[in-house]
């Protein structure tokens, strides 16, 4: 329900104001006088509602339509250039007058606004501008700290991505104000020598969960498990970092950088579970059979000459191993016995009784072309989809 001094508004900018009707000197001056009232009388439709009995939902459902009111004919009235010197001035009064209920519904009664809303072009530029100020000190701090330059873009990534855009919500612009105001302190009081694992530390506090930064954690992790050789001690590692992470999980009421996308206390834990359940297996699979001293006869069983049967070419089973090989689901071990085992053990249309030759396998593994790589996209995209459609 639109509220009359929020009507009367709209039938000043999008009607009277709109170059294309010609407002007369008269018209101008009324508006200029009566603008002042409807400031006033926007206030007290606010302090109205803050004070009535109404349930708190039905205050903050129409102070979010005033909001929403309030931002839209900022828009409109942004639009409006090369006016006459006497509609700049009510362009401005207007402006004024709208901008002041706009922000006293966000910053004097915050519970009630809606932070998930675009914010209007005009309070964007000036917070892009706010940002873009900060952006050249964190830059300079960057740089000054010899930050490695893949952290530099992750640390830099949140406030470039708005930049350039026309608007953006004010929660993600809150979100990146405070972001930026912390950063410049963290980079102001760290050494050269820890300013990597300090910038690591706040990023994750912060919640700032791109995909980027929980990938570069990612990659942070797995380095440094790759630098232990016993696979028992990996998992000993592994243990001791899951158990590190549950104890330093950030509070959950603070804001996430992506809203709506996943935590990266939750993106990191389930990582780490699933790296804990592959590392068990793989130690269960390298522990020693035991042979039994009296194994029973064994029955004779007929020799089955069985190979694994592909739909896919040659050239394509070969592209599809080197995939498994090059993403650590294979363990390739001694890579020319990995290829006549394949060769050996594998069967594609068109493969004739003898098998695959291995020389032939490998130069298929070594050479893809792009018409082998789409076969096995489409392929694994199938794949994809059946694993979507059962979870």
Request: proline share 4%; charged share 25%.
């Amino acid at each position: 329900m639109k509220t009359h001094t929020t009507s009367t508004l709209k039938t000043l900018i999008v009607e009277k104001m709109n170059p294309n009707y010609k407002m007369t000197v008269q018209e101008i001056e009324t508006w200029t006088k009566v603008l002042p009232d409807i400031k006033k009388e926007l206030e007290e439709q606010i302090n109205f509602f803050i004070q009535s009995i109404f349930h708190k939902s039905l205050v903050k459902k129409q102070l979010q339509q005033m909001q929403t009111e309030c931002t839209y004919l900022l828009n409109a009235i942004d639009k409006y250039t090369d006016l006459s010197d006497e509609m700049l001035a009510l362009k401005i009064l207007a402006i004024h007058c709208v901008e002041y209920t706009l922000l006293t519904i966000i910053n004097d009664y915050g519970p009630y606004a809606d932070l998930s809303l675009r914010m209007n072009q005009i309070h964007f530029r000036l917070r892009i501008d706010i940002i873009k100020a900060d952006l050249i000190k964190i830059k300079e701090k960057l740089k000054e700290q010899a930050v490695e330059p893949e952290l530099q873009v992750i640390v830099l990534q949140g406030a470039q991505e708005l930049i350039g855009k026309k608007t953006g919500t004010y929660e993600r612009l809150n979100y990146l104000g405070d972001l930026q105001l912390n950063l410049l302190i963290v980079l102001s009081h760290t050494s050269a020598t820890n300013v990597r694992e300090s910038l690591r530390s706040f990023l994750y506090q912060v919640h700032y969960n791109t995909e980027q930064f929980i990938e570069f954690l990612k990659k942070e992790y797995r380095a440094d498990m790759g630098r232990i050789k016993d696979l028992h001690d990996q998992l000993s590692f592994l243990v001791r970092v899951h158990g590190h992470l549950r104890k330093v999980q950030p509070t959950p009421k603070k804001p996430k950088y992506l809203r709506q996308d996943t935590a990266i206390y939750d993106r990191l834990i389930a990582f780490f579970d699933t790296e804990i359940v592959c590392l068990k297996i793989a130690i269960k699979k390298a522990m020693p059979i035991v042979v039994p001293i009296a194994a029973p006869i064994p029955v004779p069983q007929a020799l089955v000459d069985y190979k694994l049967r592909f739909n896919f070419s040659v050239d394509c089973l070969a592209y599809l191993i080197k995939l498994m090989v090059n993403a650590n689901i294979i363990e390739p071990g001694i890579k020319a016995e990995l290829l006549r085992y394949v060769a050996a053990n594998f069967q594609t249309p068109g493969t004739k009784v003898g098998g695959m030759s291995p020389g032939s396998f490998l130069t298929k593994y070594k050479n893809v072309t792009q018409s082998t790589s789409v076969t096995v996209k489409a392929g694994l995209m199938a794949m994809l989809k059946l694993v979507d459609k059962e979870f």
